[in-house]
């Protein structure tokens, strides 16, 4: 159902506060996570998407980068967009860059998909940045326990015209065919093994064919043998996924079946990396757009919460 003209005079409103960097509040955090889990309850597993559309990799809570993503590559309705996850933890914002995220999403529903990432969980939560950063803005850990529970819904993977598979980390063992993408159950903590995890944590690797154990502890390594395989199966010319930091924003290997995209310039504000996008459109090559960070003088003015006593 479309968002009432009420649902869309509030958002417009709380999408102009965000961009200016100013938070929500806690209890408006929890109506937007409670009307965002209505709509992504019905949603599937594996989202088909319908170019043109623009493939987005981590942002990590660098909310003034993500407003310059939007600036080189359109504002939300005037650019279709997928998220491949991490919107959370290492940077600062974590709160603005999902919620403004989320805003968006129930605005324009249809206009972007968000995906979720290996750092949408509780546990990866509790140790990169983000539940101290929701206790640091707000004095208790409601909108953490509000947002990661809305994370349980969001969908895994986004297919694009039929011939482009989106996710944040990689394939599965437990996956051959694009049908079974849709039978397990997300709406859960993300566990530490199986199709879920896989397709949330798992890598390509340069070297070497076949399956190999994840140094990251989670998910697999998978060869060009294996993605040449699941690509040809599948009638798909492409595996579009995040998850790793590359210097130029964006990597393609396994004879260019798999591309890397990472949306966070400067990533944890020191590695000197750009940060891409990737068009996609019918018909044409795929274009990427890559971007420094956002500059100092073109940043929203920061409204910041005052510091809470248990971190003095």
């Known amino acids: 159902m479309a968002p009432s003209k009420t649902d869309i005079s509030q958002l417009d409103g709380w999408i102009e506060s965000l961009t200016n960097c100013t938070p929500l509040s806690e209890p408006t955090v929890k109506l ?52 491949l996850g991490d919107y959370v933890d290492r940077g600062f914002y974590g709160v603005e860059t ?10 324009y529903r249809d206009r972007i998909t968000l995906l979720r990432g290996n750092h949408e969980s509780r ?22 326990q509000h947002l990661t529970d809305l994370f349980d819904y969001l969908p895994v993977t986004a297919l694009v015209d039929n011939h482009i598979l989106c996710m944040h980390g ?20 993300t566990p530490v093994e199986g199709p879920h995890c896989d397709l949330l ?5 340069e070297e070497g064919d076949g399956w190999r154990a994840n140094p990251r502890g989670c998910g697999y390594t998978f060869g060009e043998d294996i993605s040449e395989m699941f690509t040809y199966t599948n009638k798909l010319s492409l595996i579009a996924r995040a998850h790793q930091m590359v210097m130029e924003g964006y990597s393609t290997m396994h004879n260019n079946k798999v591309v890397t995209i990472f949306s966070a310039p400067n990533y944890i504000y020191r590695a000197g990396n750009q940060a891409a996008i990737m068009q996609v459109s019918t018909g044409i090559q795929n ?22 006593e248990f971190f003095i």
Request: proline share 8%; glycine share 6%; charged share 20%.
């Open 32 to 83: 937007i996570c409670d009307k965002a889990k209505e709509l992504l309850v019905t949603a599937g597993n594996l989202v088909e998407v319908s170019s043109p559309v623009t493939v987005c990799g981590d942002t990590h809570g660098q909310f003034y980068d993500l407003v310059e993503l939007f600036r080189v590559g359109g504002w939300v309705p005037n650019t279709n967009y997928i998220f």
């Open 98 to 107: 999902v919620t403004l995220l989320i805003c968006l999403k129930l605005r």
């Open 123 to 144: 546990m990866t939560t509790q140790v990169y940045g983000f539940y101290d950063e929701c206790l640091q803005k707000y004095g208790h850990p409601r909108v953490w």
């Open 170 to 189: 990689g394939l599965s063992p437990s996956i051959n065919h694009l049908d079974q993408l849709r039978t397990f159950d997300r709406q859960q903590e």
């Open 201 to 205: 944590w798992s890598d390509p690797e």
């Open 287 to 308: 274009t990427f757009l890559t971007f420094d960070p956002n500059p100092v003088d073109r940043r929203p003015r920061l409204q910041p919460f005052p510091k809470q």
